[in-house]
C-alpha cells in the first residue's frame, strides 16, 4: 500500500541554522531516501520550494483567484514529502519516524487514494 509522508517544519528555524548545520541534515535525507531505494519502499519524493515561493488557488464562484504564498498561516509548513509503498500503517510511521525534521517539526502519514 502506498503511503504518503508530509513533511511539516519551520522554515525560520532552517534560516537560523549554520550551513554546516543544514549540509548535515541533507545528509541525512540523502542517506535516508537510499535505504528507502535499497529497501524498494521508495516511490517517489520530492523537497519543495520556501513558501514564499508559493501560489495559492481558490475558485469561488467560478473565478480563479490567486494569492501569493501559503493557504495558512502557521508555525509549520509543508517543506517535502515521500510516497512509500508499504504492507501497512506502522510499517509507514516507522520511516517517518527516521526522517531528520521529524525531530523539530512534524511528518504527516497519509494513505493514498487509489483509483481503478
Do not use: C
Not at 550551513?19 to 531516501?33: C, D, H, N, S, V
Not at 520556501?50 to 493557504?71: C, E, H, L, M, Q
Not at 498561516?73 to 519516524?97: C, N, R
Amino acid at each position: 500500500m502506498h503511503y504518503v509522508l508530509l513533511i511539516y517544519s519551520n522554515e525560520a528555524a532552517y534560516a537560523s541554522m549554520s550551513q554546516t548545520e543544514q549540509a548535515a541534515i541533507f545528509q541525512e535525507y540523502g542517506a535516508l531516501t537510499e535505504e528507502m531505494k535499497q529497501r524498494k519502499v521508495h516511490v517517489s519524493g520530492a523537497a519543495l520550494q520556501p513558501i514564499s515561493t508559493a501560489t495559492t488557488v481558490r475558485v469561488p464562484n467560478g473565478k480563479a483567484v490567486t494569492t501569493d504564498g501559503p493557504f495558512a498561516e502557521t508555525k509549520e509548513q509543508l517543506g517535502g514529502f515521500y510516497v512509500v509503498d508499504v504492507k501497512d500503517l506502522d510499517e509507514a510511521m516507522a520511516w517517518a519516524a527516521k526522517i531528520p525534521d521529524a525531530r523539530f517539526g512534524s511528518v504527516e502519514v497519509r494513505p493514498e487514494m487509489m483509483f481503478d
